[in-house]
């Protein structure tokens, strides 16, 4: 059987964190989390990448995860060059410092949903229940 949860949905309409468990495995999808926190938008992009994966952090605990049972990782950077690459990099070591990384993938993109935001990661993790 299959069952849902539903984690932290957001007044915009969508939900930051959905976990579905079948046949004892529990996967856990992160929407994209950005560089928001606590009323206000993280002044440089390096702010952003940091507060970005605090937040998925956060969403991660709320799920009953933790950094080390995520699978994939997607982040989505504004006007992507080597040094937004580099500053992602640096934010993504705090949040997986372990020797087995997840599958990721890093997208350029225009521009994201509010202009001032520079940085999304999504993740998906699974563990065991």
């Known amino acids: 059987m ?6 932290n949905p957001h007044p915009m309409g969508f939900t930051n964190t959905v976990a579905y468990t079948a046949n004892g495995i529990k996967t856990i999808l992160v929407s994209g989390q950005v ?4 009323g206000k938008i993280g002044e440089t992009f390096e702010a952003q990448a940091d507060i970005a ?14 950094p080390e049972d995520v699978v994939k990782i997607n ?5 992507l060059d080597s040094s937004r690459s580099k500053a992602v990099q640096a934010a ?4 997986f410092p372990q020797a087995d990384q997840p599958a990721s993938t890093m997208i350029g993109v225009s521009a994201l949903v509010f202009k001032e935001l520079l940085v999304e990661v999504e993740v998906t993790a699974v563990v065991a229940v």
């Open 2 to 7: 299959l069952t849902k949860e539903f984690i």
């Open 75 to 79: 982040t989505y950077v504004v006007d």
């Open 53 to 66: 994966h605090a937040n998925v952090l956060k969403e991660l605990q709320a799920a009953g995860a933790g």
């Open 35 to 38: 560089g928001y926190a606590d």
């Open 92 to 95: 993504k070591s705090q949040l």
